[in-house]
């Protein structure tokens, strides 16, 4: 009698790059569970973009010290009993289109290319309660990040 392979992909994955191919909400989980760190989870992601971005340039500004410090953090706030929220340590990408204090902000428009974002939009202010940084994604049609 041989064995059958009835495994779901978020059971397979399992390897850091695998990481990158299961859902946000099983990334929570693993986080949660400590199967898996948040810094490691960053790290996956920071390498596939690594590999895949000058590609398909979905990324137009990537923040990875930033990433992997708020990755750091979410890491040490769960060993401290404390949760950021159901996606607590899960690293996102926020689109172009939505104001970020201090990085460009252009809004798809070319009149925009100048403009720098004073402060967090609505969208930026409340994701920081619970992201681990990451990037920017192109809102122009070109890229994956649509």
Known sequence: ?????????????????????????????RIRDREVSSAEVTEAFLARIAAHNSKINAIVQLFEADARSRAKEADKALAHGQNWGPLHGVPVTVK??????????????????EFIASEDGVFAGWQHGWRCGGGRGRDDGAGAGR
Do not use: H, I
Not at 3 to 12: D, R
């Open 1 to 29: 009698m041989g064995l059958t392979n009835n495994v779901t992909m978020a059971t397979v994955a399992t390897s850091t790059s695998d990481l990158c191919f299961v859902t946000a909400s099983e990334l929570a989980r």
């Open 96 to 113: 172009e289109q939505f104001l970020m204090a201090n990085t460009p902000s252009t809004l798809n428009s070319k009149r925009m290319k």
